[in-house]
Nanobody, 122 residues
Framework: QVQLVESGGGLVQPGGSLTLSCAAS????????MGWYRQAPGKQRELVAS???????NYSDSVKGRFTISRDNAKNTVRLQMHDLKPEDTAIYYC????????????????WGQGTQVTVSS
């Protein structure tokens, strides 16, 4: 079994910063892509940023230049540094990881964290 645990959410004023962290644990041989998604009330879940095992990153247009994603392959962690936060960044943020459980596993599968609330408000 695999577990993803997020931390770092909270309330911040517009223009402020927050850092989200996510740690994967359990039966893990390797992790392919890792990413952060978010879901605001009444909206669909959307990709915020992702990073491959080779550290190639991808960002949604709405966060480019403000958010930075990074990962530590040795610790199976991924981090999202968020700067210049705006009210429209308010959402539940979910960590996602595509995990191969055993070295002989033919396939990997996506896993999700429980979500952490980020609220940007004055």
């Amino acid at each position: 079994q695999v577990q993803l645990v997020e931390s770092g959410g909270g309330l911040v004023q517009p223009g402020g910063s927050l850092t989200l962290s996510c740690a994967a644990s359990g039966i893990i041989s390797s992790i392919n892509d890792m990413g952060w998604y978010r879901q605001a009330p009444g909206k669909q879940r959307e990709l915020v940023a992702s990073v491959t095992s080779g550290n190639y990153t991808n960002y949604s247009d709405s966060v480019k230049g403000r958010f930075t994603i990074s990962r530590d392959n040795a610790k199976n962690t991924v981090r999202l540094q968020m700067h210049d936060l705006k009210p429209e960044d308010t959402a539940i943020y979910y960590c996602n990881a595509d995990i191969r459980p055993y070295s002989y596993s033919l396939h990997s599968s996506p896993h999700w964290g429980q979500g952490t609330q980020v609220t940007v408000s004055s």
